[in-house]
């Protein structure tokens, strides 16, 4: 069965950091860009980072350059996203994707099913 599985959600204060993982299971993810995405309540999904499949090119939304870092580790099949100086703005379930092709917000063909983020005091 292919899968994403996202982890590393939490409830976090603002400032603080958290580090999430997408890990794959029932493909290789070797061969997939993988995009990280989120969706706060009331608002669209929009998408955060990704990473292209040999890691050699990352993307990543305005709101987000300079805090957020994605990475992978294609040995252990997980793409990482560690997200640091956490406002109020960022708590969304973030969710994990894959499709093949260049880096992109659109065309993905395989989601995780999501782990929430909050950032609160």
């Known amino acids: 069965q292919t899968q994403l599985v996202e982890s590393g959600g939490g409830l976090v204060q603002p400032g603080g950091s958290l580090r999430l993982s997408c890990a794959a299971s029932?493909?290789?993810?070797?061969?997939?860009?993988i995009g990280w995405f989120r969706q706060a309540p009331g608002k669209e999904r929009e998408g955060v980072s990704c990473?292209?499949?040999?890691?050699?090119?990352?993307t990543y939304a305005d709101a987000v350059k300079g805090r957020f870092t994605i990475s992978r580790d294609n040995a252990k099949r997980t793409v990482y996203l560690q997200m640091n100086s956490l406002e109020p703005e960022d708590a969304a379930v973030y969710y994990c994707?894959?499709?093949?092709?260049?880096?992109?917000?659109?065309?993905?063909?395989?989601w995780g099913q999501g782990t929430q983020v909050t950032v609160s005091s």
């Open positions: 990473i292209s499949r040999s890691g050699g090119t990352t």
């Open positions: 029932g493909f290789t993810l070797i061969y997939n860009t």
């Open positions: 994707a894959a499709k093949f092709g260049h880096c992109g917000w659109s065309d993905y063909d395989y």
